[in-house]
Nanobody, 119 residues
Framework: QVQLVETGGGLVQTGGSLRLSCAASGPTFITYRMGWYRQAPGKEREFVAAIRWSGGTPDYLDAVKGRFTISRDNAKNTVYLQMNSLKPEDTAVYYC????????????WGQGTQVTVSS
């Protein structure tokens, strides 16, 4: 079992920045991939970004490319999402995801952190 703890959400004005963090912990686990999803009010949950622990180019939702940057700290089992030039449409609950499988298939969800961008 892997526990995911997200921090860094909050209220910000349009054009502002926030940095989300997600730390993974547990008795025994391996991380192959971590990432972020989000769910806006009245909408389905959607993929935002993901990064493999072995390296490689991260994946991003087209709507956040050039504004959001995902990064990782392998030693801390932590993934970050730097969000710049935030827009009201980025308002959502952001969820951390973790894969403990070599295929990268998602297994675990975090509890979510609210990001609100005011216009």
């Amino acid at each position: 079992q892997v526990q995911l703890v997200e921090t860094g959400g909050g209220l910000v004005q349009t054009g502002g920045s926030l940095r989300l963090s997600c730390a993974a912990s547990g008795p025994t686990f391996i991380t192959y991939r971590m990432g972020w999803y989000r769910q806006a009010p009245g909408k389905e949950r959607e993929f935002v970004a993901a990064i493999r622990w072995s390296g490689g180019t991260p994946d991003y939702l087209d709507a956040v490319k050039g504004r959001f940057t995902i990064s990782r700290d392998n030693a801390k089992n932590t993934v970050y999402l730097q969000m710049n030039s935030l827009k009201p449409e980025d308002t959502a609950v952001y969820y951390c995801r973790h894969s403990s499988r070599p295929s990268g298939e998602w297994v675990y969800w975090g509890q979510g952190t609210q990001v609100t961008v005011s216009s």
